[in-house]
């Protein structure tokens, strides 16, 4: 589809069919509104990798401060689409989302997403990937593309898709970041000067542990650096480990592989998280 266009805005599941049919291969990123530039930059980087980009947008209306999804598309958000690459908008109402009642099935594929982000918020974690792979079950893309930034449903997505043979290609995007490191995302666009300084601290110490990564290859090397930057901040530690990126267990080595260096933290009443990926050969 012609990417200088404005993205065709798809409100039901016959439409998109329809629409989809010649469509090429077909990239899905689901997403839940709010978009801003982290979203632009994701789209653009996925766009490339496809001939037909479609960004849905839905989330559950309870608490939701809009009424339906048509109310999350503004002409702002138009205007990032078209400039990142969309083709397709699906903003599926709750009726066409779950047209016969809420949903009774709910994934939970254990431990994977149960721990870390999942601990911390029971539940969330869970609906959240259960409402993905339902988009996947709407959508039928050819590649459905995760930020490197949700780590965690990105391994769980993995395994859900391996587990139930569903036919699409798990693709990653990049986490894209400020120049002061921080991830770009709803809560650090929100933050105030003051709250911005103070969260650098967080984004150095996980690059402190990078920076580990790279001088010794030691995995208590990495946990240690990033702990001590972190001590020595204002920030609480909710969690802080590494991980295999694939399982999402501790990470054990039998030789030089890639760890995700995993942290969330909490900076007043602001709560921050954001993972590495780095390269260790030894404990």
């Known amino acids: ?76 958000d138009l205007q990032l ?24 099935t709910v994934l939970d594929p254990g431990q994977i997403i149960r721990k870390y982000e999942g601990a911390h918020h029971p539940g969330q974690a869970r609906d959240r990937l259960t409402q993905l792979v339902k988009m996947l079950g709407i959508v039928r893309p050819h590649k459905v593309f995760i930020g490197q930034c949700d780590a965690q449903l990105l391994a769980a997505v993995r395994l859900v898709v391996r587990d139930l043979d569903i036919p699409v290609s798990v693709e990653v995007v990049p986490t894209f970041r400020d120049l002061d490191g921080l ?14 300084e103070d969260a650098t601290c967080f984004a150095k110490a996980l690059f402190a542990g990078v920076r580990q990564a790279a001088a010794t290859g030691s995995g208590a090397a990495v946990l240690a650096a990033t702990r001590e930057a972190l001590n020595d901040s204002e920030a609480e530690i909710e969690y802080l480990d590494l991980v295999d990126p694939i399982s999402f267990d501790p990470w054990q080595t039998d030789g030089p592989s890639t760890a995700c260096l995993i942290a969330a933290v909490k900076l ?16």
């Open 81 to 104: 689409a078209a400039r990142s690459g969309v083709d397709i908008i699906f903003a599926p109402s709750t009726e066409a989302f779950y047209p016969f009642g809420a949903a009774l």
């Open 268 to 283: 007043g009443d602001v709560r921050l998280r954001d993972n590495q990926l780095v390269v260790l050969s030894r404990p």
């Open 1 to 76: 589809m012609n990417k200088a266009k404005e993205p065709l805005v798809v409100h039901d599941r016959q439409t998109l069919a329809r629409v989809e049919k010649k469509a090429g291969t077909v990239g899905l990123m689901v997403t839940r509104g709010n978009w801003h530039p982290g979203h632009q930059a994701a789209f653009t980087e996925a766009s490339g990798r496809v001939d037909t980009l479609v960004a849905s947008v839905y989330t559950d209306p309870v608490g939701s401060a809009f009424e339906t999804t048509s109310d999350m598309i503004s002409a702002a």
């Open 183 to 196: 991830t770009v995302s709803q809560t650090t666009l929100a933050l105030s000067a003051t709250q911005r």
